[in-house]
């Protein structure tokens, strides 16, 4: 039996589906919901700034593909929307927000509020 997730509306196979929260969700949106979501943690901040003091700094080439290319996107741009991200890479909400995270700990992106926007923008970015 087919269902619709009712977190992103995606059709999928009633066996491809999760309870959550009195929800039938898609297995993507189930496991986006059990990530971190907050890009300015400031615990885990303070772990990744050690990590960097004892290893030294991220470099974009070392990121998975992925990142790279998100990081490549907004370097580019200067400033992208999530929205703008989210429709050239074709990916889901929860993924983007874990690329994110990434960037944002190894001070590579931020987001910047931009006349009343939220933009992404290089951690060196100063508008």
Known sequence: M???????????????S??????????????????????????????VDKFSEAFGVVKPE??????????EFIKEKGKVTSMEILQ????????????????RRFKLAKGARIDGVTYCVPWDYQG
């Open 18 to 47: 999760y309870e959550l929260r009195n929800e039938r969700v898609y297995e993507d949106c189930y496991f986006d919901s059990a990530m971190p979501q907050h890009p300015c943690d400031p615990v885990a901040q303070s772990g």
């Open 62 to 71: 070392e990121l998975l593909e992925e990142q790279r290319k998100v990081y």
């Open 2 to 16: 087919r269902l619709k997730c009712e977190r992103c509306g995606a059709e999928v196979d009633e066996e491809d």
């Open 88 to 103: 050239k890479f074709g990916m889901r909400q929860g993924e983007l927000t874990q690329i994110f995270i990434v960037l």
